[in-house]
């Protein structure tokens, strides 16, 4: 995937007064081990931290230009700017990630404007809000229009007015934006990076090489804890919906029926694996040899029956892999 992938979610969540800047260190750890290659920070966020883990770029919003003065102890690769906040002459020596809204006209009269308020370089747009719905081929375009627009790179961050916000990221990402911003945990008013991801793998059927699902998941819980949220995790919000009966879904591009992907060599993996654990298991008891050999020959016979069968077919009929 030729798309970078930020992530604001230290931006927009509210930090549990419990956060300390070792657990934010080991969230921005668990966001470069899950494919995010920015992460956005406020002032809150870098004032905890002693230092910034290293394999991941740093977005520093700026809220106030008395914060500017962090750029001095941290490396920041960009200083995000919103255009409102210009009202008075920028001087800085770090790039400068300029935030518009999105708007009809494309932006590069607004991004020269900007330019003339800064004592510095513009080297990278963001276009923040909400996106029209689109097929993959008017997204294509609309990001070829931009490109041409500006000449500098492009980053989007869909809002979710029109409750469509993950539809765009993903609809952009194939268009090879040059970036997009998702937000870990969210699913409210940005596009979450665990949708994105769970729908790239349930819809599109495929994840790219450069993410990774497991340390996303353990970024999402462990971002659970350092915004002290008490409601259950995106990734188990997600995996209610993938449990749910989907028989009467279609899919909205082909008008086909929407159906699981359990294979045969999925439910073959698993009882093996199922296999496998109890036969281990087995060997580190103690047992009469006729006690295991019944064992052995149950989970040879039945079990394999009831783990294909029973949870994979009736319990989690609604999984989408």
Request: aromatic share 8%; glycine share 6%; charged share 25%.
């Amino acid at each position: 995937m030729k798309t970078v992938i930020a992530d604001n979610s230290l931006c927009v969540n509210t930090l549990s007064d419990s956060a300390t800047g070792d657990d934010i260190f080991s969230y921005i750890e668990m966001l470069a081990a899950s494919g995010v290659k920015y992460v956005e920070l406020d002032f809150r966020a870098a004032m905890k931290l002693k230092r910034l883990p290293e394999g991941i770029g740093y977005i520093f919003r700026m809220v106030d230009p008395m914060f500017l003065r962090l750029t001095e102890v941290f490396d920041f690769d960009y200083i995000l700017i919103n255009f409102p906040d210009l009202k008075k002459r920028i001087s800085t020596k770090v790039p400068i990630m300029l935030e518009l809204p999105v708007v009809e006209s494309l932006p590069g009269r607004a991004v020269r404007f900007a330019q003339s308020l800064i004592d510095g370089k513009i080297s990278l747009l963001r276009l923040c809000g909400k996106f029209d719905f689109s097929s993959a081929e008017e997204a294509s375009g609309y990001v070829c229009r931009l490109k041409n627009d500006v000449a500098v790179p492009v980053d989007f961050c869909p809002l979710n007015t029109y409750k469509n916000a993950v539809d765009s990221a993903i609809k952009l990402a194939l268009a090879n934006a040059d970036s997009i911003t998702l937000s870990m945990g969210s699913g409210g008013k940005y596009a979450a990076f665990e949708d994105f991801l769970f729908t790239l793998i349930s819809v599109y059927d495929a994840i790219p090489a450069e993410l990774n699902a497991g340390a996303m998941c353990r970024a999402s819980v462990f971002g659970n804890y350092i915004f002290g949220n008490t409601r259950a995790d995106r990734v188990m919000q997600l995996m209610e919906v993938l449990d749910s009966d989907i028989r009467m879904l279609k899919n909205a591009d082909t008008g086909g029926e929407v159906k699981t992907r359990i294979r045969l060599k999925d439910t073959q993996f698993l009882r093996q694996a199922y296999v496998s654990a109890v036969e281990k298991m087995l060997k580190n008891e103690e047992l009469e040899n006729d006690i295991s050999e019944e064992l052995a020959k149950a989970v040879g016979k039945s079990e394999a029956s009831v783990f294909s069968d029973d949870i994979l077919n009736e319990k989690r009929r609604g999984l989408l892999n």
